[in-house]
């Protein structure tokens, strides 16, 4: 009797167990988990990139960043706005159906103050419903752009929304939580299966989504585990605990190429890294000073003439960053090798100008860093201290995770930060509209300067592409002499993947699992 029960459990176990063998299962990693689930919630890379397995939108971006359609089969442009035709038979993960009534809600959401994607979503003055799977969306003007602008305004269940009481975005600001932080009802290749928010988050096949079978991807689930520590990451890569690893240690790439069974990609990303200065203030919160030396046009060229972008590149980077004059890269509309080339290291140089200005001694503040975001953040940070110490500038640095680093510049409370921007629209007005215009949710540096903020607003509705072009390229201008930033350099991507899986390398740093192949 014994024997047969043994059997019995046996047969069963082999049952359960059988189709877990045969799954694909991806297991993956990176410093830095998502912020939050909520997708119109905050405009973070690792945070889209995760929410876009789940969530989509109208147009998107493949693997070589070309546009794409999504949730919208085609788009036509007007004079006042483009006209959109929905794909049909879309699902959300609950069962009900994507129609053009989501959409509507889903733009008056991502325009909500609470939103990070206001900037992107406020041309939009309203959402016309033609019919069950056509909509129009009406612009202030005729807008070139607005495809581009799309790829990251995901489209949430106007029902489930209202059902779950989330119809606003989370205020992540204010450490709000909502059930959208940690819940999610996209229409896209993965559901969420569980979420413990930089522990573990489960990602399982969407059997029912609209685009099963159009692309290569065979990922049957996904397991994500953030991993702070960058010689913890790396060795589970090499150990096989993990398949891929986003963000490798930049000095464990030789290592890495060398061991067997894995390998590395490389892409000059589409962002950049840089500091801000606050200037908008009347007395900085952390200096040894009264007022405000960044309102010194002579101290912010001091602080750019005082860090070694070149040594950074060379020391901290291991080769893998291209330094800049910019705060935005290469492949956006505007960026140009005239404006491009970083400012000269020239120490004695910023002395003077910091004597100019009347800090012959110099003086003291404080770098707001994330250690756990982009490439070396803290090591970049900590090199910087270490320069600007030479010209007399005491710095004190306090690094910290991205999410609560975030807060502190999008609530306008550091007076001097690190921040790294990417630029999916391709096109300069993303960067305008978020760092420098003088209402940009993430410009905490108080620049507000009228050539830019006058551009900012003409570009969307300007569409004489040499004029345009020209309108952008002379607000670099103005802003290179400005120097409301601190450019350090554009990143370069390195991705350590086991052979046993293919996935191809994107310049915005956004995995996406619909072209992964698992061997």
């Given at each position: 009797?014994?024997?047969?029960?043994?059997?019995a459990?046996?047969?069963?176990?082999?049952?359960?167990?059988?189709?877990?063998?045969?799954?694909?299962?991806?297991?993956?990693?990176?410093?830095?988990?998502?912020?939050?689930?909520?997708?119109?919630?905050?405009?973070?890379?690792?945070?889209?990139?995760m929410?876009?397995?789940?969530?989509?939108?109208?147009?998107?971006?493949d693997?070589?960043?070309?546009l794409?359609?999504?949730?919208?089969?085609?788009?036509?442009?007007?004079?006042?706005?483009?006209?959109?035709?929905?794909?049909?038979?879309?699902?959300?993960?609950?069962?009900?159906?994507?129609?053009?009534?989501?959409?509507?809600?889903?733009?008056?959401?991502?325009k909500?103050?609470?939103?990070?994607?206001?900037?992107?979503?406020?041309?939009v003055?309203?959402?016309?419903?033609?019919?069950?799977?056509?909509?129009?969306?009406?612009?202030?003007?005729?807008n070139?752009?607005?495809?581009?602008?799309?790829?990251?305004?995901?489209?949430m269940?106007?029902?489930?929304?209202?059902?779950?009481?989330?119809v606003?975005?989370?205020?992540?600001?204010?450490?709000?939580?909502t059930?959208?932080?940690?819940?999610?009802?996209?229409?896209?290749?993965f559901?969420?299966?569980?979420?413990?928010?930089?522990?573990?988050?489960?990602?399982?096949?969407?059997g029912?989504?609209?685009?099963e079978?159009?692309?290569?991807?065979?990922i049957?689930?996904?397991e994500?585990?953030?991993i702070?520590?960058?010689?913890?990451?790396?060795?589970?890569?090499?150990?096989?605990?993990?398949?891929?690893?986003?963000?490798?240690?930049?000095?464990?790439?030789?290592?890495?190429?060398?061991?067997?069974?894995?390998?590395?990609?490389?892409?000059?990303?589409?962002?950049?890294?840089?500091?801000?200065?606050?200037?908008?203030?009347?007395?900085?919160?952390?200096?040894?000073v009264?007022?405000?030396?960044?309102?010194?046009?002579?101290?912010?060229?001091?602080?750019?003439?005082?860090?070694?972008?070149?040594?950074i590149?060379?020391?901290?980077?291991?080769?893998l960053?291209?330094?800049?004059?910019?705060?935005?890269?290469?492949?956006?509309?505007?960026?140009?090798?005239e404006?491009?080339?970083?400012?000269a290291?020239?120490?004695?140089?910023a002395?003077?100008?910091l004597?100019?200005?009347?800090?012959?001694?110099?003086?003291?503040?404080?770098?707001?860093?994330?250690?756990?975001?982009?490439?070396?953040?803290?090591?970049?940070?900590?090199?910087?201290?270490?320069?600007?110490?030479r010209?007399?500038?005491?710095v004190n640095?306090?690094?910290?995770?991205?999410?609560?680093?975030?807060?502190?510049?999008?609530?306008?409370?550091?007076?001097?930060y690190m921040l790294?921007?990417?630029?999916p629209?391709?096109?300069?007005?993303?960067?305008?509209s978020?760092?420098?215009?003088?209402?940009?949710s993430?410009?905490?540096?108080?620049?507000?300067?009228?050539?830019?903020?006058?551009?900012?607003?003409?570009?969307?509705?300007?569409?004489d592409?040499?004029?345009?072009?020209?309108?952008?390229?002379?607000?670099?201008?103005?802003?290179?002499?400005?120097?409301?930033?601190?450019?350090?350099?554009?990143?370069?991507?390195?991705?350590?993947?086991?052979?046993?899986?293919?996935?191809?390398?994107?310049?915005?740093?956004?995995?996406?699992?619909?072209?992964?192949?698992?061997?």
């Amino acid at each position: 009797m014994q024997f047969t029960k043994l059997l019995a459990v046996s047969a069963m176990a082999l049952t359960v167990a059988s189709p877990a063998l045969a799954e694909n299962v991806l297991r993956w990693t990176s410093q830095g988990d998502a912020l939050t689930m909520d997708p119109h919630s905050q405009n973070e890379g690792p945070t889209i990139a995760m929410n876009g397995q789940i969530y989509e939108s109208l147009v998107t971006r493949d693997a070589d960043l070309n546009l794409q359609p999504e949730l919208a089969e085609s788009w036509e442009a007007g004079p006042d706005g483009w006209t959109f035709k929905l794909r049909q038979g879309v699902k959300f993960h609950d069962g009900s159906e994507f129609n053009a009534e989501d959409v509507a809600f889903s733009f008056e959401r991502a325009k909500h103050e609470a939103s990070d994607y206001k900037e992107q979503a406020k041309n939009v003055t309203s959402v016309e419903i033609i019919d069950d799977y056509t909509v129009k969306l009406t612009t202030d003007g005729p807008n070139p752009i607005l495809p581009n602008q799309l790829t990251s305004i995901y489209m949430m269940d106007k029902g489930w929304s209202e059902a779950n009481n989330v119809v606003a975005p989370q205020d992540f600001k204010a450490k709000e939580e909502t059930y959208a932080v940690r819940n999610a009802n996209g229409t896209g290749p993965f559901t969420l299966v569980s979420r413990a928010p930089d522990e573990l988050t489960v990602l399982a096949r969407n059997g029912d989504w609209w685009g099963e079978g159009m692309f290569p991807g065979n990922i049957d689930k996904i397991e994500y585990r953030p991993i702070t520590n960058a010689a913890t990451r790396v060795a589970a890569l090499l150990s096989g605990e993990v398949d891929f690893v986003l963000d490798p240690p930049l000095q464990d790439v030789k290592r890495i190429e060398g061991s067997d069974g894995l390998g590395v990609k490389t892409v000059a990303q589409i962002r950049s890294i840089f500091f801000g200065m606050d200037q908008g203030v009347d007395k900085l919160r952390s200096s040894n000073v009264d007022g405000n030396p960044f309102k010194d046009v002579r101290v912010r060229e001091a602080f750019n003439l005082a860090i070694d972008k070149d040594a950074i590149q060379r020391v901290v980077m291991e080769g893998l960053s291209f330094p800049t004059g910019m705060i935005t890269p290469p492949g956006v509309l505007g960026n140009t090798p005239e404006n491009d080339p970083a400012y000269a290291y020239d120490p004695e140089r910023a002395k003077a100008l910091l004597a100019e200005a009347g800090y012959p001694e110099g003086f003291s503040i404080q770098l707001d860093c994330p250690n756990n975001r982009y490439n070396n953040d803290e090591k970049i940070c900590q090199a910087a201290v270490a320069m600007l110490a030479r010209v007399g500038v005491e710095v004190n640095l306090d690094a910290i995770p991205k999410a609560q680093h975030f807060p502190k510049i999008q609530k306008r409370e550091s007076d001097f930060y690190m921040l790294g921007w990417g630029v999916p629209t391709l096109d300069s007005h993303y960067v305008f509209s978020y760092l420098l215009d003088g209402e940009g949710s993430w410009n905490a540096t108080g620049y507000n300067n009228a050539l830019v903020n006058e551009t900012t607003d003409a570009i969307t509705t300007e569409i004489d592409i040499a004029k345009r072009t020209q309108m952008i390229e002379d607000a670099w201008t103005q802003i290179k002499a400005d120097m409301p930033y601190v450019p350090i350099h554009h990143q370069v991507l390195a991705w350590g993947i086991s052979d046993k899986v293919d996935i191809p390398i994107s310049a915005d740093d956004a995995f996406r699992p619909r072209f992964a192949v698992m061997k």
